[in-house]
């Protein structure tokens, strides 16, 4: 008759033994994880008080009271030639750099506030 070597091993042990083995967390591990977080965002809270706002980083910068933006720059420009308007020109009468001004060419024709009549031509709609 022979003998058994070592003892059996369940289904649950092996589970276990792969998950520590390979760093897997549990729903054990992710709860403790959420409660910490709570914690941690209670502490923000009363540490932060009513009267302080947080900086979510989402807001966006605003700009004075007519102020033109860039793309208005631009687009005035090449409303202002009343005709055909080369990348030259809108670059010597706007003061932008090559990148932004195709930036603000490529958005403007998708905007379709701008017409591309050939090559570094361009006409207002």
Known sequence: MA??????????????????????????????????????????????????????????????????TAADTVLGVVRRAGREIGFADIKKQSGFDDKKLRNIIYRLSKLDRIRRVRRGVYAAK
Request: hydrophobic fraction near 30%.
């Open 3 to 68: 003998k058994r070597k070592g003892k059996s091993v369940s289904f649950d042990a092996m589970v276990k033994f792969f998950l520590q083995y390979h760093n897997i967390p549990t729903k054990k591990d992710i709860d403790r994880l959420l409660e910490r977080i709570d914690r941690l965002e209670a502490l923000v809270q009363r540490t932060a008080g009513p009267g302080v706002a947080r900086n979510t980083g989402s807001e966006r910068r605003s700009r004075p009271k007519g102020e033109a």
